[in-house]
């Protein structure tokens, strides 16, 4: 079974240019979420959405945009990259918030 | 305080001990727990969830105290393909919303 499918799985990204991760699921769950996760400082949340057509600020939101404009797709925009999201980014969906959390295999991004 | 707080370790054990890792939550609210595993540059899996009750599923046991406000993971006889990094989520309701919050970690590596 596929789950989550996120692309690319890596990328190098020249500064200030824009990226978009995707991320599919098909699971056909109403909850996704990006999440960012560095050494020492565990997963933190980027973006939500609880269901299709809705999006919410997480944690660490600041130079990030998400879009769910149906229950599959969530991609996550970086408009103008900065060194500091050097990352590994996982896509992640519930059933509904707060069931159990799947995750995609990652997306390990480097902002140069 | 953390809101989710764990021992980050690295715990080094021999094969076939018993080691227990303890997580902290400081949200009195928190409805649901979980424990995952996440192997080296791979995403967060699943390994249980953690009950009222208390949970075992072959070597692993998981508690709950709510009282203390913390939930535990005893891994019994250690295999070496235990080594990973251990992550407690805690699920519960705050001011904000529902609230999903993973702790940092705690590695653990079993040798031979």
């Known amino acids: 079974t596929a789950g989550i499918t996120q692309a690319p799985t890596s990328q190098i990204l020249a500064a200030g240019r824009s990226m978009t991760l995707r991320c599919t699921q098909d699971?056909?769950?109403?909850?996704m979420y990006w999440y960012r996760q560095d050494l020492g400082l565990g997963l933190r949340l980027i973006h939500y959405?609880?269901?299709?057509?809705?999006?919410g600020k997480g944690e660490v939101p600041d130079g990030y945009s998400v879009s769910r404009a149906n229950t599959d797709d969530f991609p996550l925009t970086l408009a103008s990259a900065v060194p500091s999201q050097t990352s590994v980014y996982f896509c992640?969906?519930?059933?509904?918030?707060?069931?159990?959390?799947?995750f995609g295999e990652g997306s390990w991004l480097t902002v140069v | 305080r953390k809101e989710v707080e764990q021992d980050p370790g690295p715990f080094n054990v021999p094969e076939g001990a018993t080691v227990a890792f303890n997580c902290t939550y400081s949200?009195?609210?928190?409805?649901?727990f979980f424990w995952y595993r996440q192997d080296c540059r791979k995403e967060p899996k699943l390994l249980m969830s953690?009950?009222?009750s208390g949970n075992e599923d072959g070597r692993f046991t998981a508690q709950l105290n709510r009282a203390s406000q913390y939930i535990s993971l005893l891994i019994r006889d250690s295999k070496l393909s235990d080594s990973a990094t251990y992550l407690c989520?805690?699920?519960?309701?705050?001011?904000?919303?529902?609230?999903?919050?993973f702790g940092a970690g705690t590695r653990l590596f079993v040798k031979a």
């Open positions: 992640a969906s519930s059933a509904e918030v707060g069931n159990t959390i799947y």
């Open positions: 699971m056909r769950h109403n909850a």
């Open positions: 959405s609880n269901t299709a057509g809705t999006t």
């Open positions: 949200n009195s609210a928190s409805q649901s």
């Open positions: 953690v009950y009222s």
């Open positions: 989520v805690v699920n519960g309701g705050s001011t904000g919303g529902f609230k999903t919050i």
